[in-house]
T-cell receptor, first 109, second 113 residues
Framework: GQQVMQIPQYQHVQEGEDFTTYCNSS?????IQWYKQRPGGHPVFLIQ?????EVKKQKRLTFQFGEAKKNSSLHITATQTTDVGTYFC?????????FGKGTKLTVNP | EAEVAQSPRYKITEKSQAVAFWCDPI?????LYWYRQILGQGPELLVQ????????DSQLPKDRFSAERLKGVDSTLKIQPAELGDSAMYLC???????????FGQGTRLTVV
């Protein structure tokens, strides 16, 4: 019921290629958060999306929230080796903060 | 820059022993979370506090795990007795009221042997 599903579980790209990870929920989300966890590190907050159809950009990262507020995506343009890590979406806000299983990104230089 | 402090960083314990982890959230953060993260998986919420009150502990194995935040500041997570399957990273995080961003500590890596 409160789970958020992420796909793919793993993604390996060549440096310079684009990368997208998707987050889906069976129920409407009040908001969605995205975190990045570097290898050996802890999750670090990237962004929160709240509005239906919202799109936010952070340099090469583009975050989208679906119109029905049941899905979200993170797109990285022209990946770099510094993008390596696991990207998690999480449902939160006034609800408990529940994480998806993440997408592990590896980048071949 | 303020950080969430956790100790110890690493803990090795024998099964059936008791183990405790400590977390000091960022000053002024009312919400505190304890997560368990098994290698290769996402953080699993164990317990969430709002000040000293438990907001959610539905995923906390209460037969062996306990958590407290007596004064609404720092928190302790205890496991007694530890089992082999408890080996994982235990992450603490905190956030301000009505603010989305959860700040994580470095975690405690528990190995049960």
């Amino acid at each position: 019921g409160q789970q958020v599903m992420q796909i793919p579980q793993y993604q390996h790209v060549q440096e310079g290629e684009d990368f997208t990870t998707y987050c889906n929920s069976s129920t409407t989300l009040s908001n969605i958060q995205w975190y990045k966890q570097r290898p050996g590190g802890h999750p670090v907050f990237l962004i929160q999306l709240v509005k239906s159809g919202e799109v936010k950009k952070q340099k090469r990262l583009t975050f989208q929230f679906g119109e029905a507020k049941k899905n979200s995506s993170l797109h990285i343009t022209a990946t770099q080796t510094t993008d390596v890590g696991t990207y998690f979406c999480a449902r939160g806000g006034s609800e408990k903060l529940v994480f998806g299983k993440g997408t592990k990104l590896t980048v071949n230089p | 820059e303020a950080e969430v402090a956790q100790s110890p960083r690493y803990k090795i314990t024998e099964k059936s022993q008791a183990v405790a982890f400590w977390c000091d959230p960022i000053s002024g953060h009312a919400t505190l979370y304890w997560y368990r993260q098994i290698l290769g998986q996402g953080p699993e919420l164990l317990v969430q506090f709002q000040d000293e009150s438990v907001v959610d502990d539905s995923q906390l194995p209460k037969d062996r795990f306990s958590a407290e935040r007596l004064k609404g500041v720092d928190s302790t997570l205890k496991i007694q007795p530890a089992e082999l399957g408890d080996s994982a990273m235990y992450l603490c995080a905190s956030s301000r009221n009505r603010a989305p961003e959860a700040f994580f500590g470095q975690g405690t890596r528990l190995t049960v042997v």
